[in-house]
């Protein structure tokens, strides 16, 4: 991808952004777009970039060792985001590595990256997954089980800012993304991960802090 084509993908994003945005009554920019950039390599990434995008989101933990180090010493200032699911055995890494992580979903990974953050003195944004479809193949702790695990991390002092979803493939979206906004309110939260390159702009209008998004960006995945 070159940068050309790279600033032509990236504006056409932020304007649907801007649009779900206004159409919804939303403050202009109150949606931060994370460009996924799992599976593609460096060579890739760079373009977008050179366009201006500063928020990436990956989804292992040693892929993004390998890659972001050195594009982040080309360019200060990007922020890494962890959106897949995360070992509890790879807690330090990821705090040592991300600036906000996406996939909290169970007691254990609570103590593990409570731990890392407070050996390390790093303290990444945690969004709680939850898996708002009762998909027995996805990540994120149960709609019921929530409220004891926001206890969980509040106890534990993680720095909760959120809540994250990834809804059912082929269903309509706004439903899901509908109640999620209302266990983020009821829980206190204010931060919604939430929406793909299928359906961010629905994310958007039901208030989405922030959209997940990779082909529309990128293209298919190398």
Request: charged share 20%.
């Given at each position: 991808?070159?940068?050309d084509?790279?600033?032509?993908?990236?504006a056409?994003?932020?304007?649907?952004?801007a649009?779900?945005?206004?159409?919804?009554?939303?403050?202009?920019?109150?949606?931060?777009?994370?460009?996924?950039s799992?599976?593609?390599?460096?060579?890739?990434?760079?373009?977008?970039i050179?366009?201006g995008?500063?928020?990436?989101?990956?989804?292992?933990?040693?892929?993004?060792?390998?890659?972001?180090?050195?594009?982040?010493?080309?360019?200060?200032?990007?922020?890494?985001?962890?959106?897949?699911?995360?070992?509890?055995?790879?807690?330090?890494?990821?705090?040592?590595?991300?600036?906000?992580?996406?996939?909290?979903?169970?007691?254990?990974?609570?103590?593990?990256?409570?731990?890392?953050?407070?050996?390390?003195?790093?303290?990444?944004?945690?969004?709680?997954?939850?898996?708002?479809?009762?998909?027995?193949?996805?990540?994120?702790?149960?709609?019921?089980?929530?409220?004891?695990?926001?206890?969980?991390?509040?106890?534990?002092?993680?720095?909760?800012?959120?809540?994250?979803?990834?809804?059912?493939?082929?269903?309509?979206a706004?439903?899901?993304?509908?109640?999620?906004?209302?266990?983020?309110?009821?829980?206190?939260?204010d931060?919604?991960?939430?929406?793909?390159?299928?359906?961010?702009?629905?994310?958007?209008?039901?208030?989405?802090?922030?959209v997940?998004?990779?082909?529309?960006?990128?293209?298919?995945?190398?």
């Open positions: 991808m070159q940068t084509d790279a600033s032509v993908r990236l056409a994003v932020q304007q649907r952004i649009r779900a945005e206004s159409l919804a009554g939303r403050r202009a920019g109150a949606t931060a777009l994370i460009a996924i799992k599976t593609h390599d460096s060579d890739s990434i760079r373009p977008l050179s366009a995008q500063r928020i990436f989101g990956e989804n292992r933990v040693q892929e993004a060792a390998e890659k972001w180090p050195r594009l982040r010493e080309e360019t200060p200032g990007i922020a890494l985001h962890l959106v897949g699911q995360l070992q509890s055995n790879k807690a330090d890494d990821a705090v040592a590595l991300f600036d906000a992580i996406h996939s909290v979903d169970r007691a254990s990974l609570v103590t593990a990256l409570a731990r890392a953050m407070n050996k390390s003195g790093k303290q990444p944004a945690c969004f709680v997954q939850v898996n708002i479809g009762d998909e027995p193949q996805k990540g994120g702790c149960d709609v019921a089980a929530l409220p004891e695990l926001l206890a969980q991390a509040r106890t534990a002092e993680l720095p909760l800012v959120g809540l994250m979803c990834v809804p059912p493939l082929g269903v309509e706004a439903p899901y993304f509908a109640l999620l906004a209302k266990l983020a309110r009821d829980n206190g939260l931060g919604l991960s939430m929406g793909m390159s299928d359906d961010f702009e629905t994310a958007v209008t039901l208030g989405a802090s922030h997940r998004v990779g082909s529309a960006l990128f293209g298919a995945r190398a």
